[in-house]
């Protein structure tokens, strides 16, 4: 199919999975008592949309919007339009199991957590980076 010749595709209520849950994070009582997150998946797909506002139905109307525009550019291009989950892949987490060395310029030293290996960190800046492999 050309892309010319796309049409889009309309989501039913029967197509997604939809639940509701209190969101993290804070906001108080609100936030702790009420369940009005919504995460909607698309069945067929597997894509997931995540709103979460004070009115449970407006929140399930967004989701529902976003879900429609996910799914749409899904089955026009093939791609899942995330870009977070590439990024995360590439650059890991940030968590101390990502890290590849530590520096330590007051106490003088570097290690390398892959190698396990360790020097100074003055002869490593003068290029003897040797040292850590």
Not at 10 to 23: A, F, L, M, P, R
Not at 65 to 80: E, L, M, R
């Amino acid at each position: 199919m050309d892309k010319d010749e796309y049409q889009e595709v309309e989501i039913y209520s029967n197509e997604v999975s939809i639940i509701y849950t209190k969101d993290s994070g804070p906001g108080g009582q609100h936030r702790n008592k009420t369940e009005s997150c919504v995460i909607m998946t698309h069945d067929a797909t597997g894509i997931k949309v995540k709103e979460a506002g004070k009115d449970q139905h407006k929140n399930r109307r967004a989701a529902l919007k976003k879900i429609t525009k996910k799914v749409n550019h899904f089955y026009k291009t093939g791609k899942i339009e995330d870009v977070v989950t590439e990024r995360r892949e590439q650059i890991g987490t940030g968590f101390r199991g990502d890290k590849k060395r530590t520096y330590r310029v007051t106490d003088d030293s570097i290690i390398d957590h892959e190698t396990g290996k360790s020097c100074s960190f003055k002869k490593f800046m003068r290029g003897n980076i040797e040292l850590l492999f």
